[in-house]
């Protein structure tokens, strides 16, 4: 049983994160996981989509979505910020960036910072999986490719001309159903009329 | 040295008043707070940073309301029951405002007793646990025996809590009265509680407690605590040398070990926004009916 620490205010992360830490084994230990992951979100932020091992990037994410929702929620001049900031970006102009160029660009977004896909293994026989880790809104083109709505496909524009087809053999049904019931109007509107001339 | 960087098209659109300073503070570690502000000034008058919900305050106040942050013991319903239990019970009570260090005095229900209560009272050295199952530890040397007790802030058996002196101090647990000299510890039975005017702010006790001579019951040294003041002169050159050896300075840029320790602002305001109005609720009816003035009947003396 423990008691949530009260003494810092953090935002809500979007995506999802595990409940443990990952280990990232190495010679150096724990100080040794956050050098690395250190490197890896100067990178992330630098070339704005890195390919990498699964795991350090899942780690790298968790950390580099952490770092701009703190940059978004305290800004500029808030000094544990910005030692944090220097602490993380090994390169220092990335510091600016953040602040000047990712922090405007994510202020409003309703979504995580970052996207990861899966990437295919480049050794045969070691299960290493592999991933992509970009920041959303970066200059490159898209990695998916997804032409479901492109209206220039063979299966769109079947699909768009049998939805034509029918829409129009709906109105021709509808425009016969009017005239018809038109005719049966006009018919009632005479009949009476004749009939009383007739009595009369 | 000028650094060669890949520079994307958004950067050179959006940064070329940054570009042209970037040159001069390249190597700099840490950019200066007077040049930012400037910036700030220049590029987005009307920016500012995030303001939180004000309802987060109460998170010092009532902190046994939010969930235990490890989420493999996280049940949203349980957590949601447990809140309406809490609720009734401070209805039942006045569970007052207290932190640790503040000294508390505490009436409990016991049938063996003459009386059958039993009140004890001590300085409170520890908060923890969330929901119902929240603690607080009570510290006191009563006839030079160091006596602590723990109780539960939602016991039924509680009668009375009261708060004899509302203060907090340097550090978050004082576990190490238990190695300080007895004179920090030891508070009369019989003290009068300290009213402090309405609107005061909670006082910050800065005293450095002094500890007694080694062996302790923990590595006081190791802790980075505020709140004593002779640990130097009890330790012995092994000790510093093993102390720096231990240190981990890169804990506290740990963004993620922060964010599993803590319930995040989002979650924090949907609790606070259902408990808060009953909250405030019981608050004011208890300040008027402290100032109501009962009427008394005068006991007649028979002549």
């Excluded at chain 2, 605590?225 to 804990?251: A, F, M, Q």
Aim: aromatic share 8%; hydrophobic share 30%; glycine share 4%.
């Amino acid at each position: 049983m423990n008691q949530a620490d009260i003494s810092k205010i953090v935002s809500k992360l979007r995506i999802k994160v595990p409940p443990e830490h990952r280990r990232l084994r190495g010679p150096q230990g724990p100080e040794g996981r956050l050098n690395k992951l250190r490197k890896t979100v100067t990178g992330l932020i630098k070339y704005e989509r890195i390919e990498l091992n699964y795991r350090r990037g899942d780690e790298a994410r968790q950390y580099a979505e952490r770092l701009i929702s703190e940059a978004i929620s305290h800004g500029d001049c808030h000094k544990p910020t910005m030692e944090i900031a220097d602490y993380w970006l090994l390169e220092k102009q990335l510091v600016h960036k953040l602040f000047k160029v990712l922090v405007p660009r994510y202020e409003n977004y309703n979504t995580a910072f970052t996207k990861m896909y899966k990437a295919p293994q480049t050794y045969y026989g070691r299960n290493i999986d592999k991933a992509v880790l970009e920041l959303r809104g970066n200059p490159y083109p898209s990695l998916t490719n997804k032409q479901s709505n492109n209206r220039l496909l063979l299966q769109n524009v079947l699909l768009d001309a049998a939805k034509y087809d029918y829409r129009q053999a709906k109105y021709a049904e509808m425009a016969d159903k009017m005239s018809k019931t038109e005719e049966l109007q006009t018919k009632l509107d005479n009949n009476p009329e004749s009939k009383p001339s007739e009595s009369s | 040295m000028s650094i060669v960087i890949r520079k994307s098209t958004i950067d050179i659109l959006c940064a070329a008043k940054w570009i042209a300073r970037r040159d001069c503070r390249a190597l700099s570690s840490v950019p200066e707070k007077v040049d930012i502000g400037e910036e700030v000034k220049e590029k987005v008058p009307g920016h500012k940073p995030r303001a939180h919900n004000p309802l987060l305050e109460y998170r010092h106040v009532y902190p046994e309301f939010l969930p235990d942050p490890n989420p493999k013991w996280r049940n949203s319903l349980r957590e949601k029951m447990e809140r309406a239990d809490m609720l009734k019970r401070r209805s039942q009570i006045d569970i007052p405002e207290f932190y640790v260090g503040s000294i508390v005095a505490v009436t409990i229900s016991d049938p063996h007793a003459q009386g059958k209560t039993n009140r004890f009272v001590g300085i409170c050295i520890d908060r923890k646990g969330s929901g119902l199952r929240a603690e607080f530890i009570l510290r006191n040397v009563i006839d030079h025996q160091g006596v602590e007790v723990r109780y539960e802030l939602y016991d039924p058996t509680i009668q009375l809590i009261q708060v004899l002196r509302l203060e907090k101090r340097l550090d978050d647990k004082l576990y190490y009265l238990r190695d300080a000299l007895p004179e920090y510890c030891t508070f009369p039975l019989d003290m009068d509680p300290e009213i402090l005017p309405e609107g005061t702010p909670v006082p910050l006790n800065p005293v450095q407690v002094k500890l007694k001579p080694r062996p302790w019951l923990e590595r006081w040294e190791r802790q980075e605590l505020k709140g004593v003041s002779n640990i130097e002169e009890h330790l012995k050159e092994k000790d510093r040398v093993r102390r720096e050896l231990r240190k981990t300075p890169w804990e506290k840029y740990d963004l993620m070990k922060q964010y599993r320790k803590t319930i995040p602002a989002e979650d924090q305001s949907e609790i606070w926004n259902e408990v808060y109005n009953q909250l405030q609720q019981m608050r004011v009816s208890r300040k008027k009916m402290s100032r109501k003035r009962t009427f008394a009947t005068p006991k007649t003396q028979l002549a």
